[in-house]
């Protein structure tokens, strides 16, 4: 395993290991959870609509956002980064 992938690894398992240890280790805890929202859904409807409109939002800002910035952005590697990329790209010394 590279060193680099420890910090992008990390936050997974801490992740896995907060989710197994509520699961397992409180069992109880989680059951009365499930049975709750399974004898009143009210409260977990609402949060889903909630939660599913300010995630379309947050869709459509992003969508809008990404169309704006990506005629800059072909714009951008078509005149600097590309002729950067081939220059680079040829040995030192040599000009064609």
């Known amino acids: 395993m590279a060193a680099a992938d420890l910090p992008h690894q990390q936050p997974a398992a801490a992740t896995?290991?907060?989710?197994?240890?509520?699961?397992w280790e409180k069992q109880d805890a989680t059951v009365a959870a499930v049975t709750n929202v399974?004898?009143?859904p009210g409260p977990a409807f609402a949060a889903a609509?909630?939660?599913?409109i300010?995630?379309?939002s947050a869709a459509a800002v992003g969508s809008a956002a990404y169309r704006l910035v990506?005629?800059?952005r072909r714009e951008f590697?078509?005149?600097w980064v590309t002729p950067l990329h081939e220059a680079l790209a040829m040995p030192l010394g040599c000009r064609s």
């Open 38 to 40: 399974w004898e009143n």
């Open 54 to 56: 300010g995630l379309v």
């Open 77 to 79: 590697m078509r005149e």
């Open 49 to 52: 609509q909630t939660g599913g």
């Open 70 to 72: 990506t005629p800059k």
């Open 16 to 23: 896995g290991a907060a989710g197994y240890y509520a699961l």
